[in-house]
């Protein structure tokens, strides 16, 4: 189970606390009832931002949070995934949602390995889902961690161009995060979004070419059934002859 670090951390501290504790059970326990994997990325999506509002609304925060459009400077840093939300991006994609396969193979050749991401340069640590103007395509279905990823003080702290990952004074969402925890204590599989996304859309790819294969064996087969029973039908009237 590939957690992340924060949300690991998170319920280590806070798991003996029913408060929270209990946050995780019902995540688990609501996860494991819904069967169609956008559904549950959604839900986790949906309780994530419930309790963001709690943390986010406080006027401390909203002077001091940095965070806004056009700011990307965490989209040039690893990101994990629960398997269903990256079918959830994916969905995205087959939606419409154009993206750079070139830069998503690159990244995802660096793994669950955050030292082999690193060696990249940080253009092409972008994220494959931000625009040209550094904003997020698909914001509304962003991955949980995106949804937690905030900082205070100024966001020049976050900037990783020159020397990757930083200390940040983060804004702590322990409630999300045991939510987080949750889900990915159940998911299937996860992972970094660039690994995560490239496999599914191999296997998808692979499948859709499998698919394809056996339409065309099928045809092939039907047009192969209808020459043996012509061929049978000519032998029969030349026999009659």
Not at 101 to 107: A, G, H, I, S, T
Not at 109 to 116: F, K, L
């Amino acid at each position: 189970m590939n957690v992340p670090a924060i949300a690991k951390s998170t319920f280590e501290l806070l798991k003996n606390q029913p408060e929270f504790s209990s946050i995780t059970k019902t995540v688990v326990s609501s996860l494991k009832k819904i069967k169609n994997n956008l559904e549950k990325a959604r839900f986790l999506h949906n309780i994530v931002d419930e309790y963001n509002k709690e943390v986010f609304s406080h006027p401390l925060l909203m002077e001091f949070v940095p965070c806004k459009a056009g700011c990307s400077a965490c989209c040039h840093t690893q990101v994990s995934v629960t398997k269903e939300e990256a079918e959830l991006l994916i969905n995205q994609i087959e939606s419409g949602i154009d993206i750079n396969y070139e830069k998503l193979l690159k990244q995802s050749e660096a793994g669950n390995i955050s030292e082999n991401y690193y060696k990249l340069s940080f253009k092409e640590r972008g994220c494959v889902f931000l625009d040209e103007k550094g904003a997020c395509r698909v914001y509304k279905d962003r991955p949980a961690v995106c949804r937690t990823n905030a900082v205070v003080g100024s966001s020049s702290q976050c900037d990783t161009s020159q020397t990757g990952p930083q200390a940040l004074r983060l804004v702590k969402t322990p409630k999300a995060d045991m939510a987080i925890f949750g889900a990915y204590s159940v998911t299937e599989e996860s992972g970094t979004l660039p690994y995560m996304l490239a496999k599914l859309l191999k296997e998808k790819n692979k499948s859709i070419l499998e698919n394809f294969k056996q339409k065309i064996k099928n045809h092939l087969s039907v047009n192969e059934n209808v020459q043996l029973k012509s061929r049978s039908k000519n032998v029969s009237k030349e026999t009659e002859i």
